[in-house]
């Protein structure tokens, strides 16, 4: 149960992470651009559209291990 919560910590840093990663590489691709670097800002827009890419996978992946440690953790039917 140990390793489920760290697991389910780190989805959740890593959900919470990955919008702020691609917000700052957009920044940083959009100077690049303004620097006249195009394959620069090709290669920082790459990178984003990766982190963009798995933000939802990690949210997919963090709501099934929620899911599990609930249903571990479920107490049992206090029905009369």
Not at 7 to 30: E, K, N, S
Not at 33 to 49: L, N, P, S, Y
Not at 55 to 79: K, S
Request: aromatic share 4%; hydrophobic share 55%; charged share 15%.
């Amino acid at each position: 149960m140990k390793r489920l919560h760290s697991t389910i910590r780190l989805l959740l840093v890593t959900a919470i992470g990955l919008p702020i990663v691609y917000l700052g590489l957009h920044l940083v691709a959009g100077l690049l651009t303004a620097m006249e670097d195009d394959r620069g800002a090709a290669v920082v827009r790459g990178v984003a559209i990766a982190s963009a890419i798995a933000w939802p996978i990690v949210l997919v992946g963090l709501l099934v291990a929620v899911a599990y440690d609930l249903l571990q953790n479920e107490p049992p039917d206090e029905r009369p």
